[in-house]
Structure formats: C-alpha cells, structure tokens
C-alpha cells in the first residue's frame, strides 16, 4: 500500500518562505512525475509545479521565481520550497506522485495524493 505524508506549511507573512515536504512510503518499482497543486477557499485545484523523472522543473506563472520544486527519489521525497509568498500564494498544497507497480507481470502507473498542507497569509 503507497501512501503520501506531506510536512511543513503552517502561517507565514507576506514575503516570507515555507517549505512543504511530501515523503512516499510502500513497495514500489519506481517513481515518475511528481507534482504540487493548491486550492483555495472557493476554487478549483490549480497545477502549482512538476518534477519529472528526468529532473524536469516546470511551474506555474503565477509561482515561477519564486517556488522550487526539488526530489530525491533515495528518500521517496518531493519538496516545494517557497519564497516571497504572497496572500494570493494561500491555499491548501497538495502532493500527487505518480507510481509505477510491478502487477500482474506488467507495470501499472498509479497517482497517489497527500492529505494536503494549509499555507495562510498571517495578515
């Protein structure tokens, strides 16, 4: 059974910086892109940044410059570090790792989420 925690998050000011770590635990054969979302109070989920399996970063507009996205696939992990935050920048962060399993005798890619961080403007 793979299963997602996420870290960190919690209340910072206008300009400050957080990190949000999200750590895959189970039995699996390999992983492939990683990636963070966000949703706010009252609207859809919004692509935030990915990671592929080749260390591809891409990121939203609104994040670029400011957020990175960085992996270890030895820990299982996926950080999202992320400076000069914004009130616009509060939302709930979620991780959703995409998973390859060994099952009946083939591989099947699997996406898997985290239970989410809250990041809050302290404003």
């Known amino acids: 059974q793979v299963q997602l925690v996420e870290s960190g998050g919690g209340l910072v000011q206008a300009g400050g910086s957080l990190r949000l770590s999200c750590t895959a635990s189970g039995s699996f054969f390999s992983i492939n892109t990683m990636t963070w979302y966000r949703q706010a109070p009252g609207k859809p989920r919004e692509w935030v940044a990915s990671s592929t399996s080749g260390r591809s970063a891409n990121y939203a507009d609104s994040v670029k410059g400011r957020f990175t996205i960085s992996r270890d696939d030895a820990k299982k992990k996926v950080d999202l570090q992320m400076n000069s935050l914004k009130p616009e920048d509060t939302a709930g962060y979620y991780c959703?790792?995409?998973?390859?399993?060994?099952?009946?005798?083939?591989?099947?890619?699997?996406?898997?989420w985290g239970q989410g961080k809250q990041i809050t403007d302290s404003a």
């Open positions: 959703n790792v995409n998973i390859r399993i060994f099952e009946d005798c083939r591989l099947k890619e699997y996406d898997y």
